[in-house]
Structures are given as C-alpha cells and as structure tokens.
C-alpha cells in the first residue's frame, strides 16, 4: 500500500486508539502513536512509530511534530472515567482541555492539514429526545463530559474563523476487539459494562449487578447503542480522508441507531460463552438516563459511514478477547 503520509495519534496505545491505528496504517498511512503510557499499553503500539510523551508538554508535541510532520491528527488521548473526574477534577481539566490545546496549537502552527476529535455522546447529558442528533443540545453532566463539550467549542471557534480542518466523533458505547490482532479493552480499573460481565462469566469476578430494572424500557432495564470499536476505527479513517480531500469539518455522531439493554448484554454474553453466571438487581445509579442511542444518519450521509457489525458481532469478539489474548497478554 502507498504511503499516503503520516497520521498523528494521541493516545494510540489505548483501547479505541490501537484501533484506530491499525485501521489507519491498513489505509496505507504512516502511524505514530503518541502516548504516555499512563492508560495505554506499549504492546499495542505495534502498527507504526511511537513516541512516549505528554500532551501537556508542549515542547514534547513541537518535537514529535517536527520529527514526523503528520498531515492529519487524530486526538484520543484523554482521562475518561466519570467517576474519577468528580474526584479529580482539575487534573480532567488539565489533561483533556489543556492538553487538547497544546495539541490543537501545535497542529495550527504546524500546517496540518486534518485533526479528528474523539468526543464522546456524554457532551449530551439526559436526552430531551431520542434518538440524539448532532443538533441535539449540549447539556453535560459530568466534568469528564464537560471537558470534551469544551474542547468541541474551542475546534468549532476555530472552524468557524481560522478555516480550522476539524471533525469531532462523538461516540457512544465503544465495544468489542479485534481480537485477532492482539488489541481489545484493557483497563485499570475496568468499569464498562462487557467486560464486566464477561469476567462475571469467567469466574473472575463475583456476578455482575443490574443498575436499575424499573427503567421506562420494554424490559426495565437501561437501553445503550453498543458500537463496534472497529466500526469505530473505520469512520477515523473516513474523517481524517474527508478533511484532507478539502472539505470542511463537523461534528458526527458514532453509534449503530440501534440500542441494546443490559439484561440483553446479559443474555447475549451466557449465550456466546455458554456459561451462566450470577446477577444481582440493584438500584439504578443516579443520573443514568434510560435510553441512549444515535442517529448516524449523518455520518451515513456525509462521511459514506455505516457500522456493519451487529450486537453479537460485539459481544464474541470481546469475548475471545478476553478468553483468549487477554490471559495470555496480561497474566490474568
């Protein structure tokens, strides 16, 4: 494949970042991670160059960029947990808006001709109608949701009067692996759903808990659009190449338009693994909305995007993830 020019990656050893990188180099760009190590894992920053850095060290950023001098950026680095980003506050703020500055200069200064956002649904907050369009209005409830809502604003200022080439990817429930290629979701702590009930499956934890199960939903329980974190991976490519053939950023919506509720999830992970594993019913968490689920008709429409892998799709591929590469990866 021709060498198109070098793509950027922050946070491109982590979970939807390696993911994306592999998509990228497979579309016959040069990758470069840039990451700090700190969420990510070194083993998967195996489809280009990479660089251990902060990007909230300027001269760090200047350094790489000047080394590589990417065409396009695509910014994944973040702190993510919202619970965490109530307890440590300045620190989300720090990172994700201050960091995403420092990048956002050093990409400005650079020339560069392309820069995808990862942002997420959560800029949402309770939806006042569903399913969520890109028009919806912002209404974050959570500092983690803030800070991306934020750095959104300061790339629309920037499309808006400096011609700025942007796109922000506003995710929904990123899932699954490409298990094949030795990448899937590894974190510390784990706190997403699937992998926790998978590891209730596993014998690795003791059952998993239903939050809520007297939801406005045909079954109770709450309703969340699970997206394929390799459909993910492919509509970065589809940005990153719409921007460099010239067209204008925007903001896109990432889900299938299709939700799946927990006791689903639950189900599917028994049936897929033919093992049946304890579940408790407990109280539903404060704030949980009942229902999120995107409309990508945009995406559909614009970037020629439409996620092609179903809930099971999901669901087996993390499960080989975890059976099968995890253990062997991590000593778990």
């Known amino acids: 494949m021709s060498d198109k020019g070098t793509i950027l990656v922050t946070g491109g050893a982590g979970y939807v970042g390696s993911h994306i990188c592999e998509a990228v180099a497979s579309a016959g760009f040069k990758v470069v991670v840039y990451d700090n190590f700190s969420n990510g894992h070194r083993i998967f920053a195996k489809f280009g160059d990479h660089v251990e850095g902060d990007i909230r060290d300027a001269g760090a950023l200047r350094k790489a960029f000047d080394t590589y001098k990417p065409i396009g950026v695509i910014h994944c680095a973040a702190l993510i947990e919202v ?15 201050g960091g995403a500055i420092n990048l956002i200069r050093t990409a400005q200064e650079t020339g560069v001709e392309a820069f995808v956002f990862s942002s997420t649904c959560a800029v949402y907050g309770p939806p006042k109608r569903l399913p969520l369009d890109e028009t919806h209005p912002f209404g974050p409830i959570s500092p983690y949701g803030r800070t991306k809502m934020m750095v959104e604003q300061v790339l629309e200022d920037l499309r808006e009067h400096h011609a700025f080439p942007a796109i922000s990817l506003r995710y929904f429930n990123a899932s699954g692996s490409h298990w094949e290629s030795g990448i899937g979701e590894k974190h510390d702590p784990e706190t997403h759903a699937i992998p926790l009930a998978i590891y209730a499956a596993q014998g690795r934890r003791a059952g998993f808990k239903i939050m809520g199960t007297d939801y406005d939903t045909p079954d109770g329980t709450a309703i969340r ?6 459909d993910l991976a492919d509509a970065h490519v589809r940005a990153i190449e719409h921007l460099l053939a010239g067209n204008k950023g925007d903001v896109f919506n990432l889900g299938t338009g299709t939700g799946s509720s927990v006791r689903e999830l639950v189900d599917t992970i028994s049936e897929v693994s033919g093992k049946p594993f304890d579940v408790a019913e407990v109280d539903r968490r404060a704030g949980d909305p009942p229902s999120l689920v995107a409309d990508n008709s945009k995406a559909r429409d614009v970037l020629g995007w439409r996620p092609s892998r179903t809930f099971t799709d999901v669901v087996e591929s993390a499960w080989h993830w975890h059976s099968e590469i995890e253990r062997t990866l991590f000593q778990v």
């Not at 307890?87 to 720090?94: P, Q, V």
Request: proline share 0%.
């Open 225 to 230: 659009d699970y997206i394929h974190v390799l």
């Open 83 to 97: 619970a965490t980003s109530i307890t440590d506050t300045a620190n989300y703020y720090d990172n994700n808006v």
